[in-house]
């Protein structure tokens, strides 16, 4: 599937679901269950390579790990890639197309800080202008993990629309904004559910049509593996 056809998937008419994978076995067992496509997951990602969440993971090793995830399987892979580990827009978007990735999540936060809305602009304009249609671009707004308000979000969300971004990613959003925050900023809204909810169609009736779920799963698993451990003798 090409970028353009993942694209289209952004529009319905059902909601995109995205599990988020950490490796090609997770990768395998989303496309098995019948997904369109697969997000990976950075946070889960840089734990499985021995690094943590917050650009930490050496971008050649997040790069290779996006391109395992791509090989395992024949539906499309969206590359959740942080802020962009610093990479100029050029090198970042060749990089993620040797992949075989055909999207990417890009966030707005470094060191728990949210940068500059017009700096921000910049960057995606020019992701956008280097990679033409071949990425779908989904733009992560860290508003509610760093202090922001519900005005500050929806000014994000349309500058970043304007900038080139196909969606946009309030992640954190509180429900009972997500509608505010779609009608507002337009175009299609990322919303995260999570194993224990909220849910897909909790997200879908407040106006979310892309749904992920971020380090969610994984650390899901990972819990379920703590409780499947016998005690040592």
């Not at 694209?7 to 395998?28: E, K, M, Q, T």
């Not at 962009?84 to 197309?97: A, S, W």
């Not at 919303?191 to 009736?205: E, I, R």
Request: charged share 20%; net charge negative; with cysteine.
């Amino acid at each position: 599937m090409t970028a353009e056809s993942f694209r289209a998937l952004h529009h319905g008419p059902v909601p995109l679901v995205l599990p988020n994978a950490w490796d090609p076995v997770s990768a395998r067992v989303i496309a098995e269950a019948g997904y369109p496509a697969i997000a990976t997951s950075s946070g889960a990602v840089a734990r499985v390579l021995g690094y943590d969440d917050g650009q930490l993971t050496p971008p050649a090793e997040m790069f290779q790990a996006v391109a395992r995830i791509a090989r395992a399987v024949d539906v499309p892979v969206t590359a959740d890639m942080e802020a962009g580990y610093g990479l100029k827009p050029e090198e970042f978007v060749e990089r993620l197309l040797e992949t075989g990735a055909v999207g990417c999540n890009l966030e707005d936060s470094l060191d728990d800080r949210l940068v500059e809305i017009e700096g921000q602009a910049d960057y995606l304009f020019e992701v956008r202008a280097a990679a033409g249609a071949d990425l779908v671009i989904n733009a992560r707004i860290d508003n509610f993990i760093a202090g922001g308000t519900v005005q500050d979000a929806i000014a994000r969300g349309r500058a970043y629309r304007h900038a080139g971004a196909d969606c946009v990613y309030p992640i954190a959003a509180p429900l009972e904004v997500l509608r505010t925050l779609a009608d507002e900023i337009g175009g299609p809204i990322n919303a995260h559910a999570k194993p224990n909810g909220p849910t897909p169609s909790d997200l879908t009736a407040l106006g979310a049509t892309r749904i992920s779920y971020g380090t969610s799963l994984h650390n899901f698993t990972t819990d379920v593996l703590r409780q499947l451990l016998p005690k040592p003798a």
